[in-house]
C-alpha cells in the first residue's frame, strides 16, 4: 500500500518563499508520477504541478509559473514543491499524488493521496 505524507507547510508572509515535501513509502517510488494540488477553502481542489518519473519533464498550472517548482529525489522517495513569491490566494491545503502512468491535471485519475499540509500567505 502506499502512503504519502507531506510535511513543510505553514504560515508565510506574501514574497516569502517556502517548501513543502512528500515523501513516499511501500512502493518503487520512481515508478509513480507525482502530483501536488491545492484545495483552498470552499474551492474545488485544483492541480498545482506534476513530475514524470525520471524527473526530466515537469508541468505547471498557469497560476504558479515562474513561482513554483516541483521536483524529485528517487534516492530519497521525495517529491518537493518549493513555493517563491508567494500571494495570499496560493493559501490553501497542499496535497500530493501519485500514479503509475497519469501526469495531468484531474485529480480523480491520480491513485493514491496524502493527507495534506497548510499553507497559509498573510497580506
Known amino acids: 500500500q502506499v502512503q504519502l505524507v507531506e510535511s513543510g507547510g505553514g504560515l508565510v508572509q506574501a514574497g516569502g518563499s517556502l517548501r513543502v515535501s512528500c515523501a513516499a513509502s511501500?512502493?518503487?517510488?520512481?515508478?509513480?508520477?507525482m502530483g501536488w494540488f491545492r484545495q483552498a477553502p470552499g474551492k474545488e481542489r485544483e492541480f498545482v504541478a506534476a513530475?514524470?518519473?525520471?524527473?526530466?519533464?515537469?508541468y505547471y498550472t498557469d497560476s504558479v509559473k515562474g513561482r513554483f517548482t516541483i521536483s524529485r529525489d528517487n534516492a530519497k522517495n521525495t517529491v518537493y514543491l518549493q513555493m517563491n513569491s508567494l500571494k495570499p490566494e496560493d493559501t490553501a491545503v497542499y496535497y500530493c499524488a501519485a500514479d503509475p502512468y497519469y501526469s495531468g491535471t484531474s485529480a480523480g485519475r491520480y491513485l493514491y493521496w496524502g493527507q495534506g499540509t497548510q499553507v497559509t500567505v498573510s497580506s
Open positions: 511501500g512502493c518503487t517510488f520512481s515508478n509513480y508520477v
Open positions: 513530475i514524470r518519473r525520471s524527473g526530466d519533464t515537469t
